[in-house]
Structures are given as structure tokens and as C-alpha cells.
């Protein structure tokens, strides 16, 4: 199978529901493939030493097709796992190609920007959600498609696992998100939703108990890439804005669990307060006379309640991972969960000094960790712009780059090449490595492969070559399995078919 043929259209719900009604009658001949919880020993367990898992979107199965998409995913990428992305309103794992960038050798070759949604992709069950204002989020992107209902028995059938991929984004106009989002540094309401908010926490432990009782699946792939305050006032990540002035939360719940914990909610504002005025002082290029790090450095010392409230932050984002986890096993204890690790907890120091691989390895079944080689190149170089518009604005980019490389274990291009060249196969492989020890064996480690994630025009697009290349860095650095990343919308075939070779090279 080569170059498949183009759609050059949105699959109608006809022609969905074709092979939808075709499925139904497939799992009304053979029950227990159907879509109700399956007793273990009632699945098909296939022999399979590694779990070689891609993400995939509800719209690639709408516009090509479930049995297609399977066939695809498993003669080409060697896939024995789907994580579906079941929950998001973000376009990383949801929807078509990123508008702005060319479309992949499959699937339809329009933008999706009319219809595009996102929202829940499965069928929101309202018993579970009567503890949550947050009631209504039906994605409605592709009519009455409940994408579990559609993609598990053609799975099951197959003997693949099926993970429903959570992501924590939302969008303003969800009926019920205007109640519960976080407040900002200066009392205004942010576009984010407080993890602290007891209706939050019970929309997502309601969401995946809904996933894990009302459909067979295997489990749930977590993801919230958000950072606390005080990364996002020094913009310490690889995101283009710093926006010091817009740090969160100082809600009421927030204001509460600080209390609890003896922070003095005062102290930590004002502390926020000034930070934004060095900040901006920084980004102005007004120098202090000690220097712009000693100045950040002082105002750490002298104001700890930044530090502690940026940790808070943490706390509600792990404290939801747990009661997350909680949750799935609650529902099915055979079931398992992971957690995404965000690319930030490679390129940031101060990231990966907030939290422990083996803490994080012992609320999860498995971890996914970010390896992303090919746009990594860009997003280094973004992160190092950032902190040397500000912490480190007094060091060149180029001598920080070097500097910060050697604090990560990083052997790579220098700043002006790697936006074109990426990051390495070398990088995919310390990377993985350095998880595993982390992990000290609590979990599974499965890296996270970029293929095909847009990048600037001038910046590294990922090749047969390298996809091959840093499957194989992965494996054989002794990954637990890969997950393919991040949306089947965005690969190209040929980078999947390489993929699939270095699985069958190593022996996933
Ligand atoms: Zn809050």
C-alpha cells in the first residue's frame, strides 16, 4: 500500500455511518467484541512484549475510514495500541492538519477551521456529571459520531488496546467554564481552568470513570501541559509569549489551600507583582546594577512565597492526576494510566527540579516522556531566546545554549544550526535513558516520537531517515514501548512505514 488517494472533502456522516452500521452488525455476530466492558479474559490478548502506541484523532477515523485507519496503523507503523483522543478542545491531538501547514499523503486535504471543535468525541453520560458545572461538552465536530462506540470493536477485533487520550484544554464558550476559571495576578479571570476548583476536579474524575464504565477500553493517557507561575512570569519554556503580568491562580481556592499550608497569600502576590515589574524591566533591557540573573535570584531569596505558590500550582496538578488515577482504577482496577510529560521537563533545569521521575512513577501506570527530536531543535532554541530575554539576559544566546546543554546532558547542535537541524537520535536516546533511571523501574516508560509535528518553514520536518533513527534510539535505550506523536492527522506515510521498520528491526 503506497500513497493513498486523497479526499479532497469532509467525510459526510453517510459515509461514516456506513462502515459505523457495518461495525454494528460485525459486533451484534460476535457480542463479546462489542462496546461493553469486557472481563480480562474475555479480550484477545495478543502476544506483545512492548506497547508500540500512536495518537489519533476522531476526525482521521471520519474522514478515512475505521478499518483503513487500522490497516494504515498496523501495517505501517507495526501499532499494537491506539491512545484516541477522546477529551480536548486543542488542536495538538485533536482535528486536521494545523492550519498554515501542508497536509499529510492521507486523509481529507481541506482545513477543518469550519468545523473544527473539539470537546468530548465519545458520549458524555449525565449520571456522571452531576458533580461538575461542567455538563455539557459534546464535541459536536463530526454530528452524532461517538468515536469509542466506533473505533473499539474494529479494535478489539484486532487485538489492539485502545487508551483514551484527556487533554486539559479548553475553550471560553463551554457552557459552565466561565464559573470556573483561574484568576490572575491583578484579580482577572484567565482562560484556564483552576485544578484546585472542586468543579474541576470532579469533571475529571467524572470524565474518565464515564470512559472507563460505560466502554471497554484499556485505560486513559492523561495530559496537562500547563506550568505554574513562576516558569510562566520568566517565560522558562519553550511557548513565545511571557506574560508575566497574566500568572495564575489567586482564586479563592487557591487563596484557601495556601492558608492550609501556612503561605501567606499577601507576601506571594506582591512578590508575583514586583516579579512582573522585573520582568518587564528585563525584557525593556533595563539592566540592574548587579545584573539581571543576581536581581531574579535576590527577589527568590527574598520573597519564598513565589516559590511556594508556584508549587501550589503543582500540587493541583499532581492532586488531579491522582484522583484521575483513583478514578480509572476505581472503575476497573485492571485498567492502567498514564501521564504526559511535556517537552519543558527536558529543555528547563528549573522544570525538571520541580518534580521527581519516580514520584510521578508512582502515580502512574506508565509514563509518556517527550522526545520530540525534530521540532525539538526549534523549541530549544525558543526556550533559550526566552530565558535570555530575561534570567539570563546578560549572557549571549549562543554561550547560554552551550551553558544549558551541559546542565542537561544534551551533546547537540549549536543555536544558530538546530532549528534546521533538530535535535538527534543521540538526544532521543539520553532522554529515554534518563527516564528509565528516573523511573527506577515504578513504571513503564514510553517515549514520546515526534513525527510529522509542524515546525517553522525553515526548521527541521521530520524524514523516513530520522523517524527510523529515533525509534530505534528509544528502543534500544530499553523503552518499556513508543507512542507516535502527536496526531495520525499530521504523518506522513512514509515517516510511519520507518517507524514501523525500527519496531520490527529491535523486536517490539
Ligand atoms: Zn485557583
Known amino acids: 500500500m503506497e500513497t493513498e488517494p486523497s479526499v479532497p472533502r469532509r467525510a459526510t456522516r453517510r459515509d461514516f455511518l456506513g462502515s459505523a452500521a457495518a461495525l454494528a452488525a460485525a459486533s451484534a455476530m460476535a457480542p463479546h467484541l462489542g462496546a461493553r466492558p469486557a472481563a480480562a479474559e474475555e479480550r484477545i490478548a495478543p ?43 486543542g488542536r495538538g491531538l485533536a482535528g486536521r492538519q494545523i492550519p498554515g501547514h501542508p497536509f499529510p499523503d492521507h486523509g481529507a486535504q481541506e482545513s477543518d477551521e469550519a468545523f473544527f471543535h473539539g470537546g468530548n468525541y465519545a458520549t458524555p453520560h449525565p449520571r456522571f456529571y452531576e458533580g461538575t458545572v461542567l455538563k455539557q461538552t459534546r464535541a459536536p465536530d463530526h454530528g452524532a459520531l461517538d468515536i469509542l462506540e466506533a473505533v473499539l470493536p474494529a479494535a478489539r477485533k484486532r487485538g489492539l488496546q485502545v487508551f483514551c487520550s484527556c487533554e486539559d484544554q479548553w475553550r471560553s464558550t463551554v457552557p459552565g467554564v466561565d464559573q470556573v476559571l483561574e484568576i490572575d495576578l491583578y484579580g482577572r479571570k484567565a482562560s484556564t481552568l483552576c485544578l484546585l476548583h ?50 495564575t491562580c489567586f482564586c479563592e481556592h487557591h487563596q484557601r489551600a495556601a492558608r492550609e499550608q501556612g503561605i501567606d497569600f499577601e507576601r506571594a502576590r506582591e512578590g508575583y507583582r514586583r516579579l512582573d515589574e522585573l520582568v518587564k524591566a528585563s525584557l525593556e533591557g533595563k539592566r540592574p546594577s548587579d545584573g539581571h540573573f543576581v536581581e531574579f535570584l535576590r527577589h527568590l531569596v527574598e520573597y519564598p512565597e513565589v516559590l511556594a505558590w508556584d508549587k501550589l500550582f503543582d500540587r493541583g496538578k499532581h492532586q488531579v492526576l491522582a484522583e484521575v488515577r483513583a478514578a480509572v482504577k476505581k472503575a476497573r482496577a485492571d485498567l492502567e494510566v498514564g501521564f504526559h510529560i511535556e517537552h519543558v521537563n527536558s529543555f528547563n533545569p528549573i522544570f525538571r527540579a520541580t518534580r521527581r521521575y519516580d514520584d510521578l512513577a508512582e502515580k502512574a501506570d506508565f509514563l509518556k516522556v517527550v522526545v520530540y527530536n525534530n521540532c525539538g531543535g526549534e523549541r530549544y532554541v525558543r526556550f533559550i531566546d526566552n530565558l535570555a530575554s530575561t534570567l539570563f539576559r546578560d549572557v549571549p544566546k549562543e554561550e547560554l545554549l552551550r551553558f544549558m546543554s551541559h546542565l542537561l546532558g544534551y551533546e547537540e547542535k549549536g543555536y544558530g544550526e538546530l532549528p534546521a537541524s533538530g535535535l538527534s537520535p543521540e538526544y532521543v536516546r539520553r532522554e529515554t535513558k534518563r527516564a528509565l533511571a528516573g523511573a527506577k523501574g515504578k513504571c513503564k516508560v514510553f517515549p514520546g516520537i515526534d513525527i510529522g509535528i509542524p515546525t517553522g518553514k525553515a526548521s527541521r520536518k521530520a524524514s523516513p531517515e530520522d523517524t527510523h533513527a529515533a525509534v530505534r534510539a528509544a528502543l534500544e535505550a530499553g523503552a518499556d514501548g513508543l507512542i507516535f506523536s502527536r496526531k495520525y492527522s499530521e504523518m506522513r506515510l512514509a515517516n510511519l512505514s520507518a517507524a514501523g521498520r525500527a519496531v520490527r528491526e529491535v523486536g517490539g
Open 198 to 247: 472542586p468543579d474541576v476536579r470532579a469533571f475529571w474524575t467524572a470524565l474518565v470513570t464515564d470512559y472507563c464504565t460505560s466502554y471497554a477500553v484499556d485505560g486513559v493517557l492523561f495530559f496537562n501541559e500547563r506550568n505554574g507561575p513562576l516558569l510562566n512570569a520568566l517565560g522558562a519554556s519553550h511557548f513565545q509569549s511571557i506574560a508575566s503580568s497574566r500568572v
Open 47 to 89: 502476544a506483545r512484549k512492548k506497547t508500540i502506541g500512536i495518537q489519533v484523532g476522531a476526525v482521521s477515523f471520519a474522514d478515512e475510514g475505521v478499518e483503513r485507519v487500522l490497516d494504515t496503523l498496523q501495517e505501517r507503523g507495526a501499532v499494537n495500541t491506539l491512545f484516541l483522543t477522546t477529551f480536548t478542545y
